[in-house]
């Protein structure tokens, strides 16, 4: 066991686990931020994904052991940021969960892809969201959802 | 009343439990006692206990299914709300836990399952609804000493005459103590305020944010989470296991032997997912695998395949079965089809959480059979049924995964809970778990041989289906009549084309892999079949492949002759495409929902690229149109399941070839349409189901229009190379 201090959705905390434990399910079982999810454990689904450092990640694979400082925000932090919260709001325009499991993943990743690219093609989508499956394939939905994102934030701009 | 013979899914259950008295689930229970004790639904249903009319003005609705991306949780409450006259603003929706009120009202479990939902309980929330309407009224009325008539209710409000009003937070509880009508006047159509419109989803919010609970973030004080070690071969027992490397790791509980109704497995207890995962690494067990089947997706195939060359069962027998004899050879297709096993595989993984403590037990499990996993809870506890205590958790994803015939997740959960007395117990299947643990759609192999007459239209259709049946060795298996199980010809005997010499027979052998019904479940091969040799039928006969199905259709096939018309009409795009591209038709219906579809396809890196989908869609009334939308542009990238390059589960001497989404790849965003048009026949006939009928169009009209761009037949799958 080791003593981790994580910046987490803005705050510090500080978990006491093994160093192999993949960042989710320090998120999950230690500081119960459920809103992350495990689908597979091979970075093969992307339900678990986050930002580290803004980089849309598969919190399965990464042990905490590799975090250091880099701050990590989850679905549960990600709308306290203008562009976390537009595609939030996308996404229940548009109507687009259905069993909504993947969905945390989904929108993490839908975020990501917006930050570096406010306008994206629907190659750009294709690429950026091609990891993140959704067995309810509500893909048409996440596409229309980031379009919709996309010119909210134009609007804002 | 059916004869017995035509019997279908959406009936046995009904039968099964409510003719019989549950007495073939008995036999296959170690306890026979207790499905008999499993009274039927009641035949009124009490609206308190669906309805709540809160003092601060919100109306809790109970919901007697499980959610799992279907929309109920959002739809059944929108048809109590309506009757209700409720102000749907403050209406909050819960799922209900495992009680005999809560039962299907047509098939006598609680349970989802044959695209019922809607179908079964629209006229019953409907009445629950006016039924708690007439006693607002009658509270108000009495309230007010005038008679009921007069008074009108909007928006959770009653108006009486004389600019008299009262909310029905304010009526609630006199309202509540009043007798419950036993009939009640319902809306006119005309008169729906809510169902009919494009109403979103009430768990939408919850699930973008990631407050909503599935079965898998349930947290308890003390609990503790179970892993399961499963022999790599379908039935294996545990000869010897060495648990010590697992057992010295930090945080590990417990070690121990469950047994399975075949075989036996080793779970691990722990405090954490991650140390569970690492001790059950860590386990070396040796496996008697003596005496037990190894099955080989090689070697079936060849078995499949000289079954097919031979009559089966006869499931439908119509005309002169010598006429293919006198269609010379010039005019036959003899086609041959292959279909793998598929895993359903979820978004989320697979769980149930037990507490026993002794007198009694409480279950929390996203679960789309609530009633016989609540009895097979109770039965591993020794425990009567009404003392454990069900919840129904949301389910991410499920598509019949979550309906198993023996309970085995909810088992072994159970058997591992009933060692751990007082503790809250976790049992996940982790994904590996899931992809290598059976319960699969079944593999089956298709041989069709069809005559052609002069006019371009068949004269003979000679059909042989072999797969394994689902229902064989399972409480449902008195659903098995002559050899056959309907569930692996649904879609193919039942066909509305009509050929005046039709024969349809089939196989079922006995194979070591658990099998289950998937999305759709026969028709998800069957289907498949109709649609790509009909289509096969109108190239050959150069006509239009629409105005092909409408001429074979039989005159009674309403619904679908009204899709087709409806996707003719949308589909104007289907005359201009461009270059490289080609338009690609199916139609078929399942679960008394037609649908017909257009899509539009290139070939991309040697994979078909779907650019757009057009769907017209007769399921009677659609209560949420946003709702059905939804289903069907998602019920086809789920469809699209079985076309993917790596949608197939495979063995190889008893073993399972792919280990999670590596090597089974269901379908991501570049797979699948860019776009879904859904259009809705107009209708105010009952409400049809909307979960499985989009799923059987989509792989068939995709792999059409990959015909007409290379001229060559698709008819084993999945698609590896075009």
Partial sequence: MAKYRLTMNGSEKTVDVDPSTPLLWVLREELKLTGTKYGCGISACGACTVHVDGVATRSCVVPVSLIGKREIVTIEGVGSDPLGRAVQNAWVEKDVVQCGYCQSGQIMS???????????????????MGGNLCRCATYVRIREAIASASRQIKGAA | MRPATELNRRSFIQLTTAATGGLLISLYLDKPSLIAQQPPPPKVYPPDAFVHVRRDGHIVITVNRLEFGQGVQTSLPMILADE???????????????????????????????????????????????????????????????????????????????????????????????????????????????????????????????????????????????????SPVFGGRVKSVDDRDARSLDGVRDVFEIPLAKGSAVAVVADRFWTAKQARDRLKIDWDLSGVERADTVQLLAKYKQMAATDGNVAINRGDTKAMDRVPAANRIVAEYEFPFLAHAPMEPLNATVKFEGDKAEAWVPSQFQTMDQMVIAEVLGLKPDKVTFHTEFAGGGFGRRATTDSHIPREAALIAKRLRGTPVKLIWSREDDVRGGYYRPMHVHRVEIGIGRDGMPVAWRHVVVGQSLLAGTPFAMMIKDGIDETAVEGAKDTSYDVPNFRVSVHHPTVNVPVLWWRSVGHTHSAFVMETLVDELATRAKVDPIAYRQKLLKADAKKLHSVLELLDQKSGWRKTLPRGRALGIACHESFDTAVACAVEVSIEDKRPRIHRATVAVNCGLAVNPLSVESQFQGGLGFGLTQLVAKGAITLKDGYIEQRNFDGYAPPYIIDVPTTVEVHIVPSTEPPTGCGEPPVPVISPAVVNALSRLTGKRYRTLPLTTI
Wanted: hydrophobic residues 40%.
């Fill in chain 1, 110 to 128: 839908a975020v990501a892809l917006l930050k570096g690219t406010p306008n994206p093609t629907d190659k750009d989508v294709d690429e950026s």
């Fill in chain 2, 84 to 230: 209700m006259d409720a102000d749907w603003s403050k209406v909050i929706a819960e799922l209900a836990p495992a009680e005999d009120v809560y039962k299907d009202p047509l098939f006598g479990i609680q349970m989802v399952g044959g695209s019922g939902s809607i179908a079964h309980s629209f006229q019953q929330y409907r009445e629950l609804g006016a039924k708690a309407r007439a006693m607002l009224v009658a509270e108000a009325a009495d309230r007010w000493k005038i008679p009921p008539d007069p008074c009108r209710t909007e928006n959770s409000v009653v108006y009486g005459p004389g600019n008299r009003s009262s909310s029905y937070a304010e009526l609630a509880d006199g309202a509540a103590k009043r007798p419950v009508p036993q009939t009640v006047k319902l809306k006119n159509a005309s008169e729906f305020r809510i169902i009919g419109k494009r109403v979103p989803r009430l768990d939408s919010h919850a699930k973008c944010d990631g407050s909503q609970k599935f079965g898998l973030d349930l947290d308890l004080p003390g609990m503790k989470i179970a892993l399961v070690a499963h």
